[in-house]
T-cell receptor, first 115, second 114 residues
Framework: AQSVTQLDSQVPVFEEAPVELRCNYS??????LFWYVQYPNQGLQLLLK??????LVKGINGFEAEFNKSQTSFHLRKPSVHISDTAEYFC?????????????FGAGTRLFVKA | KAGVTQTPRYLIKTRGQQVTLSCSPI?????VSWYQQTPGQGLQFLFE???????NKGNFPGRFSGRQFSNSRSEMNVSTLELGDSALYLC?????????????FGDGTRLSIL
């Protein structure tokens, strides 16, 4: 069965420090991988996506993620965070199921950037 | 291009009532998905519509239903509301619902059941 595990529910970090938000998934078929960000009282916005090709993908706001097929991971990183990066981050996996594509979201990681 | 629009933004209902939520996708997008977001369960997939047909469904009771109109606008209905239905309901659209297309989300409807 398809599943997504975000290993940290909360990550506190100081401003200008690096951060890594971890995501592991399980699926028996090829997958597409996404990271989304949600600010308070808003919907989700796409940060970046992995479809195929280079395993290192760059997204908006200085974020990047690396797809590791052998470890079934898709960790999100940023070398230097800002206060404005405080938000909830969701890892999502899409694969083909009977009837169509289905997307499963992780439980989310709340990033809290401190001054 | 206008984003995904969900109405209303906030809704308060009592147990046993029914509610209809509306979603207008980005122009040209034909796939609309609905999600329920709660602190305990996270984001859970409700259903996906494409060209007025329900193409995929999550594990929710039959009290949760939806439909899509010819202009791709979608509505979600919940009947016989329960306290546990209190949540943020998010709608997302994409051009065709292909797996390699990211979803574009609205800001959600926050439903509170008293």
């Amino acid at each position: 069965a398809q599943s997504v595990t975000q290993l940290d529910s909360q990550v506190p970090v100081f401003e200008e420090a690096p951060v890594e938000l971890r995501c592991n998934y399980s699926s028996s078929v090829s997958v597409y991988l996404f990271w989304y960000v949600q600010y308070p009282n808003q919907g989700l916005q796409l940060l970046l996506k992995y479809l195929s090709g280079s395993t290192l993908v760059k997204g908006i706001n200085g974020f990047e993620a690396e797809f590791n097929k052998s470890q079934t991971s898709f960790h999100l990183r940023k070398p230097s965070v800002h206060i404005s990066d405080t938000a909830e981050y969701f890892c999502a996996v899409t694969d083909w199921r009977a009837g169509g594509f289905k997307t499963i979201f992780g439980a989310g990681t709340r990033l809290f950037v401190k001054a | 291009k206008a984003g995904v629009t969900q109405t209303p933004r906030y809704l308060i209902k009592t147990r046993g009532q029914q509610v209809t939520l509306s979603c207008s996708p980005i122009s040209g997008h034909r796939s609309v998905s609905w999600y329920q977001q709660t602190p305990g369960q996270g984001l859970q997939f409700l259903f996906e519509y494409f060209s007025e047909t329900q193409r995929n469904k999550g594990n929710f009771p039959g009290r949760f239903s939806g439909r899509q109109f010819s202009n791709s606008r979608s509505e979600m209905n919940v009947s016989t509301l329960e306290l546990g239905d209190s949540a943020l309901y998010l709608c997302a659209s994409s051009p065709r619902g292909d797996g390699n297309q990211p979803q574009h989300f609205g800001d959600g409807t926050r439903l509170s059941i008293l």
